[in-house]
Protein backbone atom coordinates (compact mmCIF):
# COMPACT_ATOMS: atom_id res chain seq x y z
CA UNK A 1 0.00 0.00 0.00
CA UNK A 2 2.71 2.39 0.63
CA UNK A 3 4.71 1.77 -2.78
CA UNK A 4 1.55 2.21 -3.97
CA UNK A 5 0.50 5.52 -2.75
CA UNK A 6 3.93 7.30 -3.00
CA UNK A 7 4.68 5.53 -6.78
CA UNK A 8 1.16 5.77 -7.87
CA UNK A 9 -0.91 7.97 -6.03
CA UNK A 10 1.04 11.42 -4.78
CA UNK A 11 2.37 11.85 -7.96
CA UNK A 12 -0.80 12.65 -9.82
CA UNK A 13 -2.52 14.07 -7.40
CA UNK A 14 -3.97 17.50 -7.16
CA UNK A 15 -5.02 18.61 -3.38
CA UNK A 16 -5.60 22.13 -2.16
CA UNK A 17 -6.67 24.13 0.68
CA UNK A 18 -8.84 27.28 -0.36
CA UNK A 19 -9.94 28.02 2.55
CA UNK A 20 -9.35 26.40 5.56
CA UNK A 21 -12.94 26.55 7.30
CA UNK A 22 -13.93 24.59 4.01
CA UNK A 23 -12.94 21.02 3.00
CA UNK A 24 -9.76 21.05 0.97
CA UNK A 25 -10.67 20.97 -3.21
CA UNK A 26 -8.96 17.80 -5.06
CA UNK A 27 -8.63 18.53 -8.41
CA UNK A 28 -7.33 15.21 -9.82
CA UNK A 29 -6.55 12.10 -8.75
CA UNK A 30 -4.95 9.18 -10.92
CA UNK A 31 -7.35 5.77 -11.63
CA UNK A 32 -8.26 3.26 -9.83
CA UNK A 33 -7.96 5.25 -7.03
CA UNK A 34 -11.74 6.46 -5.41
CA UNK A 35 -12.26 9.82 -3.36
CA UNK A 36 -13.59 8.56 -0.12
CA UNK A 37 -14.51 12.48 1.14
CA UNK A 38 -12.38 15.64 2.17
CA UNK A 39 -12.26 17.76 5.21
CA UNK A 40 -10.50 20.93 6.26
CA UNK A 41 -7.41 19.46 6.01
CA UNK A 42 -7.07 16.26 4.02
CA UNK A 43 -8.53 14.27 1.38
CA UNK A 44 -9.14 10.23 1.82
CA UNK A 45 -8.98 7.89 -0.62
CA UNK A 46 -8.49 4.00 -1.13
CA UNK A 47 -7.45 1.45 -3.30
CA UNK A 48 -10.17 -1.26 -4.77
CA UNK A 49 -7.04 -3.64 -4.27
CA UNK A 50 -7.03 -2.63 -0.68
CA UNK A 51 -10.96 -2.05 0.25
CA UNK A 52 -10.00 -2.27 4.14
CA UNK A 53 -7.75 0.49 3.95
CA UNK A 54 -7.58 4.22 3.61
CA UNK A 55 -5.22 6.67 2.67
CA UNK A 56 -5.54 10.26 3.72
CA UNK A 57 -3.57 12.96 1.73
CA UNK A 58 -3.04 16.32 3.49
CA UNK A 59 -3.55 19.03 1.72
CA UNK A 60 0.00 21.56 0.94
CA UNK A 61 0.18 24.10 4.48
CA UNK A 62 -2.08 22.25 6.14
CA UNK A 63 -1.21 21.00 9.65
CA UNK A 64 -1.97 18.49 11.95
CA UNK A 65 -0.49 15.08 10.53
CA UNK A 66 1.73 14.34 13.00
CA UNK A 67 -0.68 15.13 15.67
CA UNK A 68 -3.69 12.51 14.26
CA UNK A 69 -0.85 9.85 14.35
CA UNK A 70 -0.15 10.61 18.31
CA UNK A 71 -4.17 10.27 18.85
CA UNK A 72 -4.54 7.13 17.07
CA UNK A 73 -1.38 6.25 19.39
CA UNK A 74 -2.84 6.86 22.30
CA UNK A 75 -5.98 5.37 21.54
CA UNK A 76 -4.86 2.02 20.40
CA UNK A 77 -7.56 -0.45 19.67
CA UNK A 78 -11.41 0.51 20.48
CA UNK A 79 -14.46 -0.38 18.18
CA UNK A 80 -15.58 2.92 17.43
CA UNK A 81 -12.12 4.32 16.34
CA UNK A 82 -10.34 3.46 13.22
CA UNK A 83 -5.97 2.56 13.88
CA UNK A 84 -3.22 4.03 11.66
CA UNK A 85 -1.04 1.54 9.84
CA UNK A 86 1.51 3.81 8.95
CA UNK A 87 2.77 8.00 8.75
CA UNK A 88 4.13 9.10 6.27
CA UNK A 89 5.46 12.99 5.57
CA UNK A 90 2.13 14.19 4.18
CA UNK A 91 -0.22 11.18 4.36
CA UNK A 92 -1.59 8.29 6.91
CA UNK A 93 -3.00 4.85 6.32
CA UNK A 94 -5.46 3.98 8.17
CA UNK A 95 -8.06 1.26 8.99
CA UNK A 96 -11.26 1.90 6.75
CA UNK A 97 -14.52 2.49 8.52
CA UNK A 98 -17.44 1.48 6.48
CA UNK A 99 -20.60 2.81 7.30
CA UNK A 100 -22.73 6.09 6.80
CA UNK A 101 -22.06 9.00 8.62
CA UNK A 102 -25.18 10.86 10.18
CA UNK A 103 -24.99 13.93 7.57
CA UNK A 104 -25.72 11.21 4.71
CA UNK A 105 -28.29 9.14 7.21
CA UNK A 106 -30.96 12.45 7.41
CA UNK A 107 -29.91 13.36 3.86
CA UNK A 108 -30.93 10.02 3.06
CA UNK A 109 -33.73 9.29 5.08
CA UNK A 110 -32.32 6.44 6.68
CA UNK A 111 -32.70 6.17 10.78
CA UNK A 112 -30.24 7.15 13.03
CA UNK A 113 -30.86 4.62 16.06
CA UNK A 114 -30.00 5.41 19.69
CA UNK A 115 -27.25 2.90 20.11
CA UNK A 116 -25.39 4.70 17.90
CA UNK A 117 -25.37 7.89 19.72
CA UNK A 118 -24.69 6.11 23.22
CA UNK A 119 -21.28 4.29 21.21
CA UNK A 120 -20.50 7.61 20.33
CA UNK A 121 -20.69 9.03 24.01
CA UNK A 122 -18.66 6.28 25.07
CA UNK A 123 -15.70 6.10 22.55
CA UNK A 124 -15.23 9.70 23.48
CA UNK A 125 -15.10 9.25 27.46
CA UNK A 126 -12.90 6.85 26.44
CA UNK A 127 -10.44 9.02 24.58
CA UNK A 128 -11.00 11.05 27.47
CA UNK A 129 -8.92 8.25 29.39
CA UNK A 130 -6.35 8.22 27.33
CA UNK A 131 -5.42 12.26 27.65
CA UNK A 132 -7.34 13.70 24.32
CA UNK A 133 -9.72 16.31 24.44
CA UNK A 134 -12.53 14.90 21.79
CA UNK A 135 -13.42 18.04 19.26
CA UNK A 136 -14.88 18.94 15.78
CA UNK A 137 -17.40 15.75 16.36
CA UNK A 138 -20.29 16.47 14.23
CA UNK A 139 -22.13 14.78 11.71
CA UNK A 140 -20.27 14.40 8.92
CA UNK A 141 -17.36 13.01 11.20
CA UNK A 142 -19.46 10.10 13.06
CA UNK A 143 -21.18 6.86 11.30
CA UNK A 144 -23.62 4.48 11.88
CA UNK A 145 -23.30 0.68 10.77
CA UNK A 146 -25.73 -1.59 11.75
CA UNK A 147 -27.08 -0.30 14.58
CA UNK A 148 -23.56 0.88 16.00
CA UNK A 149 -21.63 4.34 15.88
CA UNK A 150 -18.14 5.06 14.40
CA UNK A 151 -16.12 8.28 14.75
CA UNK A 152 -14.25 8.95 11.62
CA UNK A 153 -12.22 12.04 12.50
CA UNK A 154 -9.73 12.52 15.30
CA UNK A 155 -7.73 14.98 13.77
CA UNK A 156 -8.31 17.82 16.20
CA UNK A 157 -8.42 15.36 19.59
CA UNK A 158 -5.13 17.17 20.93
CA UNK A 159 -6.83 20.60 21.04
CA UNK A 160 -7.47 21.55 24.59
CA UNK A 161 -10.22 24.38 24.29
CA UNK A 162 -13.96 23.13 25.23
CA UNK A 163 -15.99 21.98 21.83
CA UNK A 164 -19.88 22.02 22.06
CA UNK A 165 -20.64 20.58 18.60
CA UNK A 166 -21.38 16.79 19.85
CA UNK A 167 -23.17 18.21 22.59
CA UNK A 168 -25.65 20.38 20.13
CA UNK A 169 -26.13 17.60 18.03
CA UNK A 170 -27.37 15.69 21.27
CA UNK A 171 -29.79 18.27 22.00
CA UNK A 172 -31.21 18.40 18.49
CA UNK A 173 -31.02 14.60 18.15
CA UNK A 174 -33.40 14.40 21.14
CA UNK A 175 -35.29 17.41 20.89
CA UNK A 176 -36.56 17.06 17.63
CA UNK A 177 -35.03 14.30 15.48
CA UNK A 178 -35.76 11.31 17.77
CA UNK A 179 -39.49 12.34 18.97
CA UNK A 180 -40.54 14.12 15.79
CA UNK A 181 -38.36 13.63 12.67
CA UNK A 182 -37.65 9.97 13.29
CA UNK A 183 -41.46 8.84 13.02
CA UNK A 184 -41.69 10.54 9.56
CA UNK A 185 -38.51 9.20 7.59
CA UNK A 186 -37.91 11.48 4.69
CA UNK A 187 -34.90 12.53 2.40
CA UNK A 188 -33.41 15.67 3.03
CA UNK A 189 -31.87 17.74 0.10
CA UNK A 190 -28.41 18.53 0.32
CA UNK A 191 -28.87 22.33 0.26
CA UNK A 192 -31.19 22.38 3.16
CA UNK A 193 -28.55 20.77 4.84
CA UNK A 194 -25.70 22.62 3.84
CA UNK A 195 -28.04 25.82 4.66
CA UNK A 196 -28.32 24.49 8.45
CA UNK A 197 -24.72 23.91 8.67
CA UNK A 198 -23.67 27.56 7.66
CA UNK A 199 -26.56 28.54 10.19
CA UNK A 200 -25.16 26.24 12.77
CA UNK A 201 -21.76 27.91 12.07
CA UNK A 202 -22.79 31.57 12.73
CA UNK A 203 -24.39 31.06 15.12
CA UNK A 204 -21.94 29.20 16.54
CA UNK A 205 -19.19 32.17 16.27
CA UNK A 206 -21.68 34.81 17.34
CA UNK A 207 -22.33 32.57 20.65
CA UNK A 208 -18.88 31.67 21.69
CA UNK A 209 -16.83 34.23 19.87
CA UNK A 210 -13.66 33.64 18.67
CA UNK A 211 -11.03 30.29 19.51
CA UNK A 212 -14.20 28.57 20.78
CA UNK A 213 -15.58 25.26 18.64
Known amino acids: MVELVTGQLLGKL ?34 PDYPGEAVKVYAPGRPGLAEEAEVYRRLGFHPAYSVCYYEGANFLVLQ ?19 QAILDIDNALSYARTRQLHPHDVHGKNVMVREGRGLIVDVSDFLKQEDCSMWD ?18 FPVPGTVLELVRKGYQLWRRRKKGRGSC
Open 14 to 47: SIESVNPNEPVQVRHFPSPWMLLGAGNYAAVFYH
Open 168 to 185: DFKKAYYRLYQPIASRWM
Open 96 to 114: RLLGVTFYDSIRRGAPIPE
